[in-house]
């Protein structure tokens, strides 16, 4: 529990900004699960799920709410599975 001032409005402004976040945090996080769930079924709009997962990652990347990194790993990764199943198929 927050004791000073100071500390009770960070708690504040925490909460505020972990209510801004969350909605691109979501969304990025669903739009990998369908294009995941895209790719491994071999689903014929699995390059335009792929894309939208990417930009949703890029998105929450440039708002500081995933890291840079992760979302590069996780763009990365997603690019891999689709360029595999494009290439079997």
Known sequence: MALSRQAKKRARQNV???ARNRPF???A???LRDAR???E???GDAAEQVRLAQSALDQAARR???HRNTAARKKSRLA???KALQTEA
């Open 64 to 66: 500081g709410i995933i």
């Open 16 to 18: 505020v900004r972990a």
């Open 80 to 82: 891999a599975q689709l």
């Open 41 to 43: 079924d071999g689903e």
């Open 29 to 31: 996080s669903r739009r």
């Open 25 to 27: 945090r979501t969304r």
């Open 37 to 39: 769930w895209a790719v």
